[in-house]
């Protein structure tokens, strides 16, 4: 079993694309509506309320726990892989914690994770690629950091985009949605002087939800990278890599929905990710 988390709903937009990609995976979502959002929070605290839910989720069965959350990846998944999990007995029992950041920046350097250092073509590259994301996302640099290692002429353009994930949560009138994307892309142009980007990476796992706005709105040129199927791109290829993470397949595997908060609220919430799909959340411990 695989374990997705997130601080809210976001991370259902990467889990639907999964089970998309392995239908015969069972996978566990927990949202931590009980403290959401992140985003406000000192790092220190993030770190420990992303290695409680993984903690949670590893304890439920999951051997495989991916962060579907950019400001948890950001803040918390390095320090969780390199401190926290080696000291932990889960790592002695075969358990890992991915994020979603590492292969969104594969995808947009066309580099392995692990290639730290330029490579021929990509030191040679110029291209301009445009982020778009929440505050904390943006404020963590962490894709203009890892970009600028492996592709250093790139030029990053990052634009906060502040109320479009909450927006998109309120079920906000596509009209006003469209009105934030424009607004976002308009920042993002202008720091450009003007320049289109070559690629734009959606940096906000809710942002899926209104790629089409991003499409209409960025030059046809620009090549849109959306998170989903990047992250199940790269989860194919590290389950190749390592198939006991996929578990016993069954005829039927299931998706539990878990949530810190109230759970009737999260189910209701959660429509406008999922549709009318009667997904319906339990409480964590209940």
Same mark, same amino acid.
């Given at each position: 079993?695989?374990?997705?988390?997130?601080?809210?709903?976001?991370?259902?937009?990467?889990?639907?694309?999964?089970? =998309?990609?392995?239908?015969?995976?069972?996978?566990?979502?927990?949202?931590?509506? &009980?403290?959401?959002?992140?985003?406000?929070?000192?790092?220190?605290?993030?770190?420990?309320?992303?290695? &409680?839910?993984?903690?949670?989720?590893?304890?439920?069965?999951?051997?495989?726990?991916?962060?579907?959350?950019?400001? &948890?990846?950001?803040?918390?998944? =390095? =320090?969780?892989?390199?401190?926290?999990?080696?000291?932990?007995?889960?790592?002695? =029992?075969?358990?890992?914690?991915?994020?979603?950041?590492?292969?969104?920046?594969?995808?947009?350097?066309?580099?392995?994770?692990?290639?730290?250092?330029?490579?021929?073509?990509? $030191?040679?590259?110029?291209?301009?690629?445009?982020?778009?994301?929440?505050?904390?996302?943006?404020?963590?640099?962490?894709?203009?950091?890892?970009?600028? $290692?492996?592709?250093? $002429?790139?030029?990053?353009?990052?634009?906060?985009?502040?109320?479009?994930?909450?927006?998109?949560?309120?079920?906000?009138?596509?009209?006003?949605?469209?009105?934030?994307?424009?607004?976002?892309?308009?920042?993002?142009?202008?720091?450009?002087?003007?320049?289109?980007?070559?690629?734009?990476?959606?940096?906000?796992?809710?942002?899926?939800?209104?790629?089409?706005?991003?499409?209409?709105?960025?030059?046809?040129?620009?090549?849109?990278?959306?998170?989903?199927?990047?992250?199940?791109?790269?989860?194919?290829?590290?389950?190749?890599?390592?198939?006991?993470?996929?578990?016993?397949?069954?005829?039927?595997?299931?998706?539990?929905?878990?949530?810190?908060?109230?759970?009737?609220?999260?189910?209701?919430?959660?429509?406008?990710?999922?549709?009318?799909?009667?997904?319906?959340?339990?409480?964590?411990?209940?």
């Amino acid at each position: 079993m695989i374990g997705v988390f997130d601080s809210g709903l976001g991370g259902l937009t990467v889990l639907a694309a999964l089970r =998309r990609r392995f239908p015969e995976v069972a996978f566990t979502y927990l949202g931590d509506h &009980a403290h959401v959002p992140y985003g406000d929070r000192p790092s220190d605290e993030i770190v420990e309320l992303t290695r &409680a839910a993984v903690e949670q989720l590893f304890g439920l069965g999951c051997g495989l726990v991916l962060l579907g959350c950019n400001t &948890a990846t950001a803040v918390a998944a =390095r =320090r969780l892989q390199t401190a926290w999990l080696p000291a932990s007995p889960w790592q002695e =029992r075969g358990h890992n914690v991915l994020g979603i950041v590492a292969p969104t920046v594969e995808a947009a350097t066309q580099t392995p994770w692990a290639v730290t250092t330029p490579q021929y073509p990509q $030191k040679f590259l110029t291209d301009r690629i445009a982020v778009f994301g929440t505050t904390r996302t943006v404020a963590s640099n962490v894709y203009a950091e890892e970009i600028g $290692k492996r592709c250093p $002429k790139v030029t990053v353009v990052q634009q906060v985009c502040s109320e479009l994930a909450g927006a998109i949560e309120e079920g906000t009138p596509e009209a006003e949605l469209e009105r934030l994307v424009e607004a976002g892309i308009a920042g993002a142009m202008a720091q450009a002087g003007g320049e289109a980007p070559h690629r734009a990476i959606l940096g906000c796992t809710h942002f899926p939800l209104v790629e089409h706005l991003f499409r209409r709105h960025l030059p046809p040129q620009t090549r849109i990278l959306s998170q989903p199927e990047i992250v199940a791109d790269s989860l194919e290829d590290y389950l190749a890599r390592h198939p006991r993470y996929k578990g016993e397949a069954a005829d039927a595997p299931r998706c539990t929905f878990l949530t810190t908060g109230d759970p009737a609220e999260a189910s209701a919430r959660a429509h406008v990710f999922t549709g009318n799909d009667g997904l319906v959340f339990e409480r964590l411990g209940a």
